[in-house]
C-alpha cells in the first residue's frame, strides 16, 4: 500500500522539484556501473555517505550534503522521488522556488544530523534522499492535511486504488519510523529510521512561520485541512472484475 498521486493541484510549475528529481537520476546512472563491484559501491558510499562517526569526530561535513543525492538501488531511488513528486509541487508552490531549494537541503541535513546523533559511533554510511522528502511530507501534513491522497493497494493479484487523507498516510508513516527506530538499529546495516523521523519534524518545524502567518488554526478552520482551492479530479478505471451477489 504506497501513495501514488494527490488532489492537491499546484499553481506553477514546480521547477526545483523537477530539477531535484533530473538530478537524483543522473547522480544514480553516474555510479550505477559500480554495482558490480560490491568493494568498490562500498567505497563509494563510504566517502560521499554520511559516517556517523566521521561526523562526530569533525570531518566529512560535505557528506551532509552529497549523501542526500545517493540511493542504493532503482526501488530506493524510484520510492523517494515518488514521495518528492507527490509532495513536493504544492510546498514548492506555497513558499517558492529557492525557499524550497533551501528548505529540502537543510531537512536533509537535519535528518542526516539526527541520525548521526542517535549513533554517533557508527561506521555504516547513510545515503538517501528520504531525510529530506520527510521534510517536505513534514510540511504538506502542517499545511494540508486533509488533502486526499490516493492510495494504491496490492493484494496477491487484486490491485484498488482509493482516496485517504494525507494525515492518515503521513502520520502513519512517520508512527512506522519511530517504530523501526526503537526496534531495528541501523548501525549494522539497515533503514535509517530516526533520518527520516528527523528530517520530517525539521519540515513540520521549518513550515510553522508559514502556518501561522496564515493563520495558524484559523487557516485549517477556513479549509477544513483541504488545499485553499479546487481539488484535482481524476477517472478511475472500472473494475471488470464481475460482481457476484450473496
Do not use: C
Not at 15 to 42: E, G, K, R, S
Not at 70 to 80: D, R
Not at 178 to 204: C, K, Q, R, T
Request: proline share 7%; glycine share 10%; hydrophobic share 50%.
Amino acid at each position: 500500500m504506497f501513495p501514488i498521486r494527490d488532489h492537491n493541484p499546484s499553481g506553477r510549475t514546480p521547477y526545483i522539484t523537477y530539477i531535484l528529481i533530473i538530478i537524483n537520476i543522473i547522480v544514480f546512472l553516474q555510479y550505477l556501473p559500480l554495482m558490480a563491484d560490491q568493494n568498490a559501491l562500498h567505497q563509494y558510499y563510504m566517502t560521499w555517505g554520511v559516517v556517523p562517526k566521521a561526523i562526530s569526530s569533525g570531518m566529512s561535513y560535505e557528506t551532509l550534503f552529497s549523501s542526500m543525492f545517493l540511493h542504493g538501488g532503482f526501488m530506493h531511488l524510484g520510492g523517494n522521488m515518488l514521495f518528492l513528486f507527490i509532495f513536493g509541487d504544492n510546498i514548492e508552490d506555497e513558499i517558492g522556488h529557492l525557499p524550497f531549494l533551501f528548505f529540502y537541503l537543510i531537512s536533509g541535513v537535519i535528518a542526516a544530523l539526527t541520525q548521526v546523533f542517535t549513533e554517533p559511533s557508527s561506521t555504516v554510511p547513510t545515503i538517501g534522499a528520504s531525510g529530506a522528502v520527510a521534510g517536505v511530507m513534514g510540511s504538506y501534513l502542517l499545511l494540508y492535511p486533509k488533502a486526499r491522497v490516493d492510495i494504491l493497494m496490492i493484494l496477491f493479484i487484486f490491485f484498488r486504488i482509493f482516496p485517504v487523507p494525507a494525515w492518515i498516510v503521513l502520520g502513519l508513516w512517520l508512527t512506522l519510523q519511530f517504530i523501526g527506530g526503537f526496534g531495528n538499529p541501523s548501525d549494522e546495516g539497515g533503514v535509517a529510521y530516526w533520518a527520516h523521523a528527523g528530517g520530517f519534524l525539521a519540515g513540520l518545524l521549518l513550515t510553522v512561520p508559514l502556518w501561522l502567518r496564515r493563520g495558524g488554526s484559523r487557516y485549517w478552520s477556513q479549509t477544513d485541512g483541504h488545499p485553499p482551492h479546487a481539488e484535482a479530479k481524476y477517472r478511475f478505471v472500472e473494475s471488470r472484475i464481475p460482481k457476484i451477489r450473496k
